[in-house]
C-alpha cells in the first residue's frame, strides 16, 4: 500500500542508478548494504570535519587547531626513538611551509606522493622553530577544491567506506542521492507529534545529518532521528501486546487461591513486603485482561524464584498448567527438585523436562503435557524448541531472562491461550533500557533481600595473597564450611595460560587441599554427571566445588558459603556479582575471594576495587555497562530487533521517555491509526518494521 502513493518515490529506486555509482561501483556500495536511494542517504557519517574556515599555513598560531589546503612538497621517513616509525611530510602553500608528522604509519607514504594536494585539519604545534601538526586528519584531494563545497568551506561527513570507494566519492554519492530526492522525501512523524517535540522535518533532518549548517543543526537532525528509531518500535510493541491480547483469550485467575496459601503455609519462612507487593501484583494482573506481562527484577538471593512459585499455584490451582523456562539443565533439575519438595503433600503433578532426556522420555513427556496430565514442567530450551502442545498453559515463567533471547520468550505456548507471563532477571536493567527492549513488558522490583540475609564479603587479593587465602580456606573447610572455587571457562587456546579446571582439580586435590574431598563440575562433563557432582555437593559428601561458570545461574546450595573465584578480571562485573549471589544463602555469612591473576591490569585492578565494595546489584549493573555494551550484558544481541544505529537507550533516556510516551497517547487516542493524519505513520510501520518484527514477535 505505501509503494502505490508517493511514500516510496525515488527512495526504493536502485543506488546503482544515482549520479556517479554505476553497475561496477554498486557492488562496492552493496559490501556496505546499500541496495537502494534510501540505503545511501540513510549511510550516516562516522563524524565530521570542521572545515568551514580555511586558513593559510603562515597565519597558523602553535597551540591552536586549524584546517588547510596545501601540497606535499618532500616525505622523509626515519626510525625514530623506541623504534617508533616517523614519516615527516613537508607541505606548502603559497604563504609558507609546515610538517605533518605521522608516527607507525608507514603505509601513509604511498598515498603522500609529492605533488598531491590535500586537506589537513589538527593542532598546530611547535618544534624546534618548526610549525607542525601531529597526526592531523587528511585527504587528498583531486580537481578544485571548492567543486560544490563537498569537501571545505562547511562541517563536513566522513563516512565509514569500503574499498575502492573514496571519502570523496562517497560525499558525491551521498550528496547525488539527496539531491534525486529533494521534495520527495516523505514524513513519517504525525504533524502533532512534530510542532510539539519541535522537530525539524525528515527531509530537512537528513540534509543536515549528511551536510549540517552548524553544530546546533546537526544535534538537532540526530535528534529527530534517535526518536525515531526507537518511537517506531514502541509502536509496534504495543500494537503487538494489544492485538495478542484481542485475538487470543487470557486466562482468567481469579481469587481465591487455597493452593498459594497451602503453599505459603508450608513455607518455613514469611515472605518479604517487597515480595508480598509483587505478588499481589500478579494476583491482580493474573485475573484476566490484559493479564500478566511482568519483568521482575531483583538482586540475587531476593527470592524471585519463590515468587514464580507462589504465582504458579494460582494457575495450577485453578486447572491451568503452569511451566518455568530456565537456563541451563543443572538448574532446571534443581528447580524442578525445589518444586518437588514444595509440592509433594499438595497433589500438585510436576515434571521435568531437558534436552538431555532421551527421545522416548521426552515424548511421553509431551503427551502427558498435551493430554494435560502434568501440572506443572520446569525445562530448559527444550521447552520451546520442541513445539510442546500445552492443553491448558495459564502461566509461563522464564527464570534468568538474561540467558535467553527475547525471541525465544516469545515462542513460549502458541496455542489459542496466551498464558500470562512473568519473566525474571537478576541483572538489573536500567527503566530507559528495559522500555526500549522489553517495550512489551511492565517492570517490578524486589528491592530488598530476605530477612537476616547478610551481603557476601568481597575481598580482592593479589597473588601475592594466594597462600594466606587458601589458608583460611582450609580453617573454613575444616570447621564444616563448603566452597565453590571457580575457573574462568577455558577455551582451547588459552590453555597455556590459564589453569583449566580440570589441571586446577588435580592440582589442588594434590596440594593445597589434600586433606578434603573435592569434586568438579565443568561444562564438558555429561548431565548426570554434573548432576550427581551438584548433589555429592549438596549432601555435604563434597567439601569444595571446583568449577567454571556452569555454575553461575541461579544454583542453590545454602550450606556454601565461600566462593573463592580465579581470575576474576577475566568476568564482567554483572556474572561476578551472580556468582557471587551462590553463596552466604544458609544462616553463616558469605565470602567471596577475588584472585587476580599476574596479568590483571590496572584498570581491571580499579574495576574490580569498585565490585568489592559495592553490593546493589544494579550499581554493579551500571557500571559494568560502561564497560560492555548492553547487548553483552543482557543478551539481546541477536533477538531480531531492530538495531539501534543513534540513539543509545542509556544515555538517550530523555528520547526514550519521550517516544514512550508519545506512543502511548498516539494509540489511545486512535488504536488502530486509522485517522488520516495518522496514516503517514501506519505506511510507515508495515513497510519498514512489520517484516521485520515479526521476528521478535512477543508471545
Ligand atoms: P532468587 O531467585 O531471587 O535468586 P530464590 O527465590 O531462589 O531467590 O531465593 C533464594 C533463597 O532464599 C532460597 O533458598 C529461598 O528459599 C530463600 N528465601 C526466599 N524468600 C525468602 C524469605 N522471604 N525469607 C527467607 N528466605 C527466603
Ligand atoms: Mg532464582
Redesign the pocket.
Known amino acids: 500500500m505505501a509503494r502505490g502513493r508517493d511514500t516510496g518515490g525515488p527512495l526504493l529506486e536502485s543506488s546503482q542508478f544515482v549520479k556517479g555509482v554505476g553497475p561496477a561501483r554498486q557492488v562496492r556500495l552493496s559490501r556496505l548494504g546499500i541496495e537502494r536511494v534510501e540505503d545511501l542517504i540513510s549511510h550516516f557519517p562516522r563524524t565530521y570535519y570542521d572545515r568551514r574556515n580555511l586558513s593559510k599555513l603562515s597565519h597558523l598560531v602553535p597551540g591552536t587547531s586549524a584546517t588547510f589546503v596545501a601540497s606535499v612538497l618532500a616525505v622523509s621517513k626515519r626510525r625514530g626513538r623506541r623504534g617508533r616509525n616517523l614519516l615527516t611530510v613537508a607541505v606548502g602553500d603559497e604563504t609558507g611551509i609546515l610538517h605533518l608528522v605521522f608516527f607507525n604509519q608507514p603505509y601513509l607514504e604511498k598515498s603522500l606522493r609529492q605533488g598531491s594536494k590535500l586537506i589537513a585539519n589538527g593542532e598546530v604545534t611547535s618544534y624546534r622553530g618548526q610549525k607542525q601538526v601531529i597526526a592531523p586528519e587528511f585527504e587528498i584531494i583531486a580537481g578544485e577544491l571548492d567543486e560544490s563545497l563537498l569537501t571545505a568551506g562547511r562541517i563536513v561527513p566522513v563516512y565509514p567506506l569500503t574499498a575502492g570507494v573514496s571519502h570523496r566519492m562517497m560525499r558525491r554519492i551521498v550528496k547525488a542521492a539527496l539531491e534525486k530526492c529533494t521534495h520527495r522525501i516523505p514524513e513519517n512523524l504525525p504533524t502533532r507529534v512534530i510542532e510539539q517535540l519541535g522537530f525539524m522535518s525528515r527531509e530537512n533532518a537528513f540534509g543536515q545529518i549528511h551536510y549540517p549548517d552548524d553544530w546546533q543543526s546537526l544535534k538537532e537532525a540526530t535528534r529527530r532521528f534517535k526518536f525515531e528509531e526507537v518511537f517506531f518500535l514502541h509502536l509496534m510493541l504495543r500494537r503487538r501486546r494489544r492485538n495478542l491480547t484481542r485475538t487470543r483469550e487470557r486466562p482468567a485467575i481469579g481469587g481465591p487461591h487455597p493452593l498459594l496459601e497451602a503453599f505459603l503455609d508450608a513455607l518455613p519462612?514469611?515472605?518479604?513486603p517487597a515480595?508480598v507487593r509483587v505478588l499481589e501484583r500478579i494476583e491482580h494482573a493474573v485475573r484476566g485482561k490484559p493479564g500478566l506481562n511482568l519483568l521482575l527484577q531483583?538482586d540475587?538471593?531476593?527470592?524471585?524464584?519463590?515468587v514464580a512459585i507462589a504465582a504458579m499455584t494460582m494457575a495450577i490451582g485453578k486447572g491451568y498448567q503452569a511451566a518455568m523456562m530456565v537456563p541451563t539443565e543443572i538448574l532446571a533439575q534443581q528447580q524442578y527438585e525445589r518444586v518437588c519438595g514444595y509440592f509433594s503433600g499438595l497433589n500438585v503433578r510436576t515434571a521435568l523436562l531437558i534436552g538431555s532426556m532421551t527421545r522416548r522420555d521426552k515424548d511421553r513427556m509431551h503427551q502427558m503435557i498435551s493430554a494435560g496430565e502434568v501440572d506443572l514442567v520446569v525445562g530448559t530450551h527444550a521447552l520451546i524448541q520442541e513445539g510442546i502442545d500445552f492443553q491448558k498453559l495459564g502461566l509461563a515463567v522464564i527464570d534468568e531472562q538474561h540467558r535467553f533471547g527475547v525471541k525465544q520468550r516469545a515462542t513460549v505456548g502458541t496455542g489459542k491461550l496466551l498464558p500470562h507471563f512473568l519473566v525474571m532477571t537478576?541483572t538489573p536493567i536500567p527503566r530507559s533500557l528495559a522500555q526500549t527492549v522489553y517495550g512489551d513488558l511492565d517492570l517490578a522490583v524486589i528491592d530488598e533481600l530476605?530477612?537476616g540475609r547478610r551481603r557476601v564479603r568481597t575481598e580482592l587479593i593479589t597473588d601475592k595473597g594466594r597462600e594466606q587465602v587458601f589458608e583460611s580456606l582450609r580453617q573454613s573447610l575444616r570447621s564444616g564450611q563448603q566452597a565453590f572455587i571457580l575457573y574462568p571457562l577455558v577455551k582451547e587456546s588459552e590453555r597455556s595460560d590459564l589453569l583449566a579446571a580440570t589441571e586446577a582439580f588435580e592440582r589442588l586435590q594434590g596440594e593445597e587441599l589434600e586433606q578434603f574431598p573435592l569434586g568438579l563440575l565443568h561444562g564438558q562433563m555429561s548431565f548426570d554427571e554434573k548432576a550427581k557432582a551438584v548433589e555429592m555437593f549438596r549432601r555435604g559428601e563434597i567439601a569444595s566445588l571446583v568449577t567454571t561458570t556452569v555454575i553461575e545461574v541461579?544454583v542453590?546450595i545454602?550450606n556454601a558459603s565461600i566462593m573463592l573465584i580465579n581470575n576474576p578480571e577475566r568476568f564482567g562485573l554483572a556474572q561476578l556479582h551472580q556468582l557471587r549471589?551462590r553463596v552466604g544463602?544458609g544462616g553463616k555469612e558469605g565470602v567471596c575471594y577475588l584472585l587476580c591473576g599476574e596479568g590483571a591490569t590496572e584498570r581491571s585492578l580499579k574495576r574490580l576495587h569498585f565490585f568489592a565494595r559495592t553490593d546493589d546489584g544494579f550499581k554493579v549493573a551500571e557500571e559494568d555497562l560502561k564497560l560492555r555494551g548492553p547487548g553483552e550484558i543482557w543478551g539481546f544481541r541477536q533477538s531480531g530487533y531492530p538495531s539501534f544505529r543513534l540513539i543509545n537507550p542509556l544515555s538517550d533516556n530523555e528520547i526514550v521517555q519521550q517516544s514512550w510516551e508519545v506512543s502511548e497517547r498516539l494509540l489511545r487516542e486512535d488504536p488502530e491509526l486509522t485517522r488520516r493524519e495518522n496514516s503517514i505513520v501506519t505506511d510507515y510501520l508495515a513497510m519498514y518494521y512489520s517484516p521485520r518484527m515479526e521476528l521478535a514477535e512477543i508471545g
Not at 269 to 272: A, G, K, R
Open positions: 519462612f514469611e515472605f518479604t515480595q531483583g540475587v538471593g531476593s527470592g524471585k524464584t519463590v537478576a530476605p530477612f541461579g542453590d545454602p549471589g544463602r
